[in-house]
């Protein structure tokens, strides 16, 4: 086994699956050949038979990676949470409310720099933290308006 089959890898990722595979176990694929620990954060499927799925995948860093190659290869498209998620710096007052909200500390304050600190990898997309958010200094990519 090479270094980087063994090397821990974890990652939260964004599919969207087109209605003609949207009934395809494609996820417990990501299981049963590679491997991985699949964590769903969030599902949706729209009024079309679109679908959209958050997981958090997890495993060694070689089956991950062909984990995704292997769902791009069926037509899903995935991204990388992070980059759904951004903060307006310029807008951001450091006032800490984000943080009471935010699930996986994503948001965290840094007690001594009186900063709130963004760590996007763990950052699940939830959207909560906007809906609390007094300067509307973050934005979550959605889909069909709703989060
Ligand atoms: S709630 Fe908004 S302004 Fe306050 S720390 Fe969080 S992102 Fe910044
Ligand atoms: S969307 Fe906001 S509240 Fe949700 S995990 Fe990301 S930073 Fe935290």
């Not at 089959?5 to 974890?10: L, S």
């Not at 395809?24 to 679908?51: C, F, H, M, W």
């Not at 600190?117 to 509307?136: H, Q, S």
Request: aromatic content about 4%.
């Amino acid at each position: 086994m090479t270094e980087q089959q063994t090397k821990a890898y974890r990652k939260n990722i964004h599919l969207t699956f087109p209605p003609e595979i949207s009934g395809k176990p494609i996820v417990s694929d990501l299981v049963r050949r590679y491997d991985l620990t699949v964590n769903i954060l969030k599902a949706q499927i729209t009024p079309r038979k679109e679908g959209y799925l958050t997981l958090e995948i997890s495993g060694g860093e070689d089956n991950c990676l062909k984990g995704i190659a292997y769902l791009r290869e069926q037509d899903v498209t995935v991204t990388d949470v992070s980059q759904r998620i951004s903060r307006d710096e310029d807008s951001c007052m450091h006032c800490g409310m984000c943080t009471a909200i935010c699930p996986t500390s994503a948001l965290a304050m840094d007690i001594e720099a009186r900063v709130v600190v963004f760590d996007k990898d763990r950052c699940t997309a939830c959207g909560l933290c906007t809906r609390v958010c007094p300067v509307g200094a973050m934005n979550v990519e959605v889909e069909n308006g709703g989060l």
